[in-house]
């Protein structure tokens, strides 16, 4: 060995850059993602589960907890909603800043909180989040949708995380009936676009497989054919002795079935007797059109009602007013006896070692119960900046009589830029979201949509592209209406370029029949 040759030890400063996802961000984001009814219960939850937190009148309302809260501090005078007020701020103080948050609407930050570890987390957010990891982070669905039940079903796959994320923004893409009517390239554009993940068509097909082997039999699919040609092909969802006439029907007689021209299919299927038709149309017609309406139906009523989340009206100078609907949602504060807990154990004296117990739980409670009245606050901020948004951007709408020709073409980083929050957190605020009106209720979803360009330069979304195909039949020759290539030169009279399978498939989601069912 060289006796030349020194071992010594040192130390060097690298400097790297991690992006983590901060716990408080993944608590915000579920909370936005959570519809006004789910939220109210979420609040029930944690008023049962800290004692520190409570209604800011003093005691916990019925709703939430079917007693009144124990103790001398409940039976409070007609003043005392200002001393509650200014326990809330006092709370705050003992808390110390905690939020990077300057009170601005309108205005969200990405930096929710500046604790120096995990350690310093309450206990409760720290769990959330940790679940939220395990639960695919980048849930575009966010909070208890009706689509939970497939972003359980993606952890069944082996997938790494490009291929998670792909088949998580196909999930956020489904519409109500459980059909993917975005083009494949379209995804991966959004997909770049939108949250930095680059694929192609190829990969975002090969997910859509994947998709299309969930449960309920039939989801993802893009049309009424290829949902029904799913049902027929899964193992054990029909019965077999049927199965193969049945995919024939299906593939080959498609336009014939849609017709109900029973004896030209019997025909196809070289059936001696029509009668033998009968088993096969029983197989199909027992077949789910719509399996998007099977999604949550453990959890969910037969015929849920609709609570909106949003009120917008038109006050008397002709201003549009955005309001939350807070009817079930308490203000809350932080328990007085809790915080005198506090008090005393910051007084100075030596505690014993009960004493010093009884303040770190105390602390841990009101610290948890501070940032979650916190987060509830930012939540309200996040929605109404979103929503904000919405209304001034589709102003025509809601000043018309919401009258849906009017609806401009609008999507996600639309919005997310002028509300400066990021596209997954408008994706939350919107899903499973409705918005009153003096004419109705309406989704937050139905405010979006795809848009074309014509000739002369002028956007114009899909959904008036749809208006003009109901005019134009309408008002079409019922003894010689026009085939869907008529149509498509209609609407190129009208400046607008559309392809024919594009009418086609409008047609068909306004239940308009082809030609030659509508001629009389």
Request: glycine share 6%; hydrophobic share 35%; net charge negative.
């Amino acid at each position: 060995m060289d006796q030349n040759f020194k071992q010594t030890a040192g130390q060097t400063q690298e400097t790297s850059q991690v992006q983590l996802t901060s716990t408080l961000q993944i608590a915000l984001s579920n909370m936005v993602g959570l519809p006004v009814a789910n939220f109210a219960e979420y609040i029930k939850d944690e008023l049962m589960n800290n004692e520190a937190l409570e209604v800011v009148d003093g005691r916990r309302d019925d709703d939430y907890d079917n007693a009144a809260h124990d103790g001398g501090d409940n039976d409070k005078g007609d003043g005392d909603d200002a001393q509650a007020a200014k326990d809330k701020d006092d709370a705050a103080d003992d808390l110390g800043p905690e939020w990077d948050y300057d009170g601005t609407e309108g205005e969200i930050h990405d930096s929710l909180g500046d604790y120096s570890n995990e350690d310093e987390v309450p206990s409760y957010l720290q769990a959330r989040a940790d679940s939220a990891r395990e639960n695919f982070e980048l849930s575009l669905t966010g909070g208890t949708s009706a689509y939970d039940d497939l972003i359980e079903q993606v952890g069944e796959h082996d997938l790494n995380d490009q291929e998670r994320q792909v088949l998580e923004y196909i999930i956020g893409s489904l519409e109500d009936d459980g059909y993917l009517r975005k083009d494949l390239s379209t995804i991966a554009d959004e997909l770049a676009i939108y949250h930095g993940v680059y694929t192609d068509e190829q990969e975002v097909a090969r997910m859509l497989d994947v998709l299309q082997t969930f449960e309920p039999a039939g989801i993802g699919a893009r049309s009424l054919q290829e949902c029904l040609l799913l049902q027929l092909r899964r193992p054990g969802n029909v019965n077999a002795a049927y199965r193969e006439q049945a995919i024939f029907v299906v593939e080959k007689c498609f336009d014939l079935f849609k017709d109900r021209k029973w004896d030209d299919i019997a025909g196809k299927l070289k059936l001696a007797d029509p009668k033998e038709l009968e088993p096969i149309l029983k197989v199909l017609t027992r077949l789910n059109p719509r399996p998007g309406a099977l999604l949550g139906s453990g959890t969910a009523s037969a015929a849920p009602t609709v609570m909106p989340d949003f009120y917008v009206r038109e006050n008397s100078d002709g201003q549009l007013v955005v309001e939350l609907n807070n009817d079930e949602i308490p203000e809350l504060c932080v328990s007085r006896s809790f915080r005198e807990s506090l008090k005393r154990g910051k007084a100075g004296k030596k505690l014993s070692k009960k004493q010093e117990e009884e303040y770190i739980y105390a602390r841990s409670k009101v610290e948890s119960a501070q940032t979650f009245i916190n987060l509830i606050a930012r939540r309200q901020q996040t929605l109404l900046a979103v929503m904000r948004v919405i209304v001034a951007l589709q102003r025509d709408f809601f000043v018309n009589d919401d009258d849906e020709s009017m609806l401009h073409p609008m999507i996600l980083k639309d919005v997310a830029d002028r509300a400066k929050v990021d596209v997954s957190t408008v994706s939350r605020v919107v899903n499973s979201k409705y918005v009153e009106t003096n004419f109705g209720f309406y989704s937050l979803k139905s405010f979006f949509s795809s848009q074309f360009t014509t000739e002369s330069g002028e956007e114009m979304s899909a959904r008036k592209i749809r208006e003009a195909i109901r005019e134009i039949v309408d008002a079409e020759d019922k003894r010689r209406p026009l085939s869907d290539e008529a149509i498509t030169a209609a609407l190129k009279a009208r400046d607008l370029i559309v392809a024919r399978r594009t009418v086609a498939k409008y047609r068909e989601q306004l239940g308009i029949l082809k030609a030659s069912l509508r001629r009389q």
